[in-house]
């Protein structure tokens, strides 16, 4: 029996109006732009007339939990020591998916940007050390390593849908596996004491997370509940508690209970009682207990076909970009930019700083990566040029968000952070324009490299659907 096409419930008033905000917030570079934003709002409120508000603010102090069983902090600690977690934990995600299905599955895939990574953190390092060789402002060494791969990637979704998907992939992977060196610098360097005690406990919760995967238990609450007493035991530990994000992430599972074959019968077989069970009297799908025992069962299947780790994934990328970065951006990034701050800041940290994330990013991830291919180590990407290396190398060298994150690990509050702070905002700046124009110049083109699935794309920040898409899926 055919089906009557059914009238669609017209758009509402607030639904228009929200529109355009949706749109904007599935672009691939609106994480950037809310970034900048939130950035340049900490600046101006550290140096207008209300200032000393802005450094209040986050010096206020708030307690989580109850009687005997609460944690007093700072709000800028809840934002560092707390939220920022959130993001090493999806960070954490990302690293896991690339090792294992991803550009970091295989020696062969992985080579190329493991090799523009190290190259992207040696010499950034170097550079940073040896400017500030025997002054205080050493200790922050690890500063211009890092790489902000959501802004880094929004200044690159700017240029459009002509980039070569391969050249965002090489982008993403080589800041997965700078974020895996960020991970290991701050639990390795950055940390200045530890408690057995806690580090045993951190140590048993882990145990018994790794056995929850093994036996396949899938609910989030699991996770969430076990995630919290790893990262309070980490902090009790001395360990930068972000690390309990990453260290959380790895335990979540990939597999899925259903495989492709028995998901598609089952979703048949749903989509067909759904049909079967339509009635011309019952007009909606909420009347109708046939269709709906229809679609909860279609809705089972979808969760059984999912990968915990992916849903996870999924459902943080808008919490994160949008809420928890822009948040940590306008806690950190003001500066007040007088007389007083010119006069005690540290210029050789700020050199090492500026010169280490624009000229070592620059330099280090395009020669490492040039050794690697001319040494036969690696295969440089089909459709990826060495024009367009370089000018990813100089969009590496926006620091930002991560390089603002160790420089507070590395100084704390005072001149030191502050010198940091300008080296950090004036080189992603300089590194972030002088990329876009190196790519908008000429190395990018319209064309889709071989064996690369638009899927790819999607997990890369495009929504399914959208021309970005479908032009690399039908290979235009």
Known sequence: MALKARSKVPLTIVDRALAPFQQFFRTGAAGGIVLLACTAIALGWANSPWGDSYFHLWEQYFTIGFEQVAMTQTLHHWINDGL?????????????????????????????????????????AGIFAAITYGTPGAHGWGIPMATDIAFALGVLALLGPNVPLALKVFLAALAIVDDIGAVLVIAVFYTESISGEYLLLAGGILLVL??????????????????????????????????????????????????????????????????????????????????????????????????????????????????IMPLFALANAGVRLDAAMFASVSWRVVLGVLLGLVVGKAVGITLFSWVAVRSGFASRPSGVTWSSVHGVAWLAGIGFTMSLFVAGLAYGAGPMLDSAKVGVLGASLLAGAVGYMLLRR??????????VEPDRLVALGAVEGTPEVERYRVGR
């Not at 080579?111 to 992207?120: E, H, M, R, V």
């Open 84 to 124: 920022m977690v959130i993001f090493f934990f999806l960070v954490g995600l990302e690293i896991k998916r690339e090792m294992l299905v991803g550009e970091l599955a295989s020696l062969r895939q992985s080579a190329f940007p493991i090799a523009a990574a190290l190259g992207g953190m040696v010499i950034p």
């Open 442 to 451: 000429g190395s990018v083109g319209p064309h889709r490299p071989p064996g």
């Open 210 to 323: 790794i056995l929850c995967n093994r036996l396949l238990i899938r609910h989030t609450l699991v996770y969430l509940v076990l995630g919290t007493c790893l990262w309070l035991a980490v902090f009790g530990s001395g360990v930068h508690a972000t690390v309990a994000g990453v260290l959380l992430a790895m335990t979540v599972p990939v597999r899925t209970r259903i495989d492709e074959d028995e998901f598609l019968v089952r979703a048949d077989d749903a989509v067909t009682a759904f049909k079967a069970a339509s009635d011309p009297r019952r007009r909606m799908v909420i009347s109708n207990n046939e269709q709906q025992e229809a679609l909860h069962a279609l809705e089972a299947s979808v969760d059984e076909v999912q990968s915990p780790l992916m849903k996870m994934e999924h459902a943080l990328h808008a919490p994160v970009a949008f809420v």
